[in-house]
Structures are given as C-alpha cells and as structure tokens.
T-cell receptor
Framework: GAGVSQSPRYKVTKRGQDVALRCDPI?????LYWYRQALGQGPEFLTY????????KSGLPNDRFSAERPEGSISTLTIQRTEQRDSAMYRC?????????????FGPGTRLTVT | GQQVMQIPQYQHVQEGEDFTTYCNSS?????IQWYKQRPGGHPVFLIQ???SGEVKKQKRLTFQFGEAKKNSSLHITATQTTDVGTYFC???????????WGAGTKLIIKP
C-alpha cells in the first residue's frame, strides 16, 4: 500500500520567507508526528497529533513554527520568517492503532534550505 | 531530562564480521523500538521489544531488551554490504506517546 508522502521533497527559500511543508500519512493511521533530523543525528521530536487534535507541541523550537491537521489526515508544518538555522530535514511519521501502535512509519522527508 | 544513550557512534567492520550497538536509558522504558536508516533514506522500523529480558531474532539480527528494561542491544552476525546504514534505538516511557531516540550507530563496511 501507499506509504507516508511528503511534499515538497526539497525546498530552497530565502531568509524571512514563510514555508509550508505537507505530510500525507498512511490511510487509517490516527497518530502523526513531525520530526527534524540533522545530519548524523536521530530524529528530534517537534509535535504530535492524535486524529485532528494536537496533543503535544513541546518540541516546536519557537513560535515561528506551527502545525495543523484539520481533518485528521493531511498535516502541514508551517515555518514563518525562516532563518538559516531552520535548514534541516523535516520528517513526518504516522502510526497505527492496535498491535503496532506507536511504531513510526516515516515519509521521505522535506529537505529545507534557507539561504 | 529523559535520555537514551547509544554507542558506539560508528563501527567499521570487514564484511563478514559481527556488529553490535547498545542503548541505555536513564529511566525504565515501557518498550523499545529499533530502526534502520540507509544512506539518503528515512528510518525504517525493524522491531519492537516489550517484555523484560526479551530476545528476538530476524535472520542475522538479534535484539535484546534488558531485565530492568533500561537497556537494549542489536547484534548483527556476519555483516553484509546490505547491512550498511545507521541503526537507531527509540525508547518509549510508560504512559507517554513520545519516542526518545538514540543518536544512532553507523555501520560502515571496510573496503
């Protein structure tokens, strides 16, 4: 079946611009996570949704970062007034219920470069 | 805060040699998951361990969860070029949906 998809795969933007990163989870997966991954590091938690409810946004670095999942499916991570330090790989993962609850199924990521 | 320490950061092996990576948590885990990330790829789920002292095998891969549920290991026997990548552990605390990720161990096959 279809896996998690993310778009765009690559985004180059100028400092100060806003960007929106999209995640389309596996159909039926109720949980959705956003991570940021630096080269050579493990994923860093940003935020988590259960259905459409944002349960935890404690990992968002500052108030320029926000996320939504209005219908409990597709999610958007928005970064306002981007800065060079925001350059990273942004990964989305979804998770099913049942025996594999909590197991993360990752998308290919969006590589963000802020110039 | 809660941490999962993973060592070593890198391991260089000759093809056919064994590989092991270790994870240690500062607190008791409810379960631990292992993922593999190939170069240029995304983390892919390998296995989840839940029970104290659990041992699971997948072909040449052996996963262990410690008796105290604070540590875990992944051992690969007779490495092959297809094993190349970074192996991550990720632990879950009781009543918490968040995974606490280790920094990963990169398996490098010597030419």
């Amino acid at each position: 079946g279809a896996g998690v998809s993310q778009s765009p795969r690559y985004k180059v933007t100028k400092r100060g611009q806003d960007v929106a990163l999209r995640c389309d989870p596996i159909s039926g997966h109720v949980s959705l996570y956003w991570y940021r991954q630096a080269l050579g590091q493990g994923p860093e938690f940003l935020t988590y949704f259960n259905y459409e409810a944002q349960q935890d946004k404690s990992g968002l670095p500052n108030d320029r970062f926000s996320a939504e999942r209005p219908e409990g499916s597709i999610s958007t991570l928005t970064i306002q007034r981007t800065e060079q330090r925001d350059s990273a790989m942004y990964r989305c993962a979804s998770s099913p219920v049942g025996r594999l609850a909590g197991v993360q199924y990752f998308g290919p990521g969006t590589r963000l470069t802020v110039t | 805060g809660q941490q999962v320490m993973q060592i070593p950061q890198y391991q260089h092996v000759q093809e056919g040699e064994d590989f092991t990576t270790y994870c240690n948590s500062s607190t008791t885990l409810s379960n631990i998951q292992w993922y593999k990330q190939r170069p240029g790829g995304h983390p892919v789920f390998l296995i989840q361990l839940v029970k104290s002292g659990e041992v699971k095998k997948q072909k040449r891969l052996t996963f262990q969860f410690g008796e105290a549920k604070k540590n875990s290991s992944l051992h690969i026997t007779a490495t092959q070029t297809t094993d190349v990548g970074t192996y991550f552990c990720a632990g879950r605390m009781d009543s918490n949906y968040q995974l606490i990720w280790g920094a990963g161990t990169k398996l490098i096959i010597k030419p």
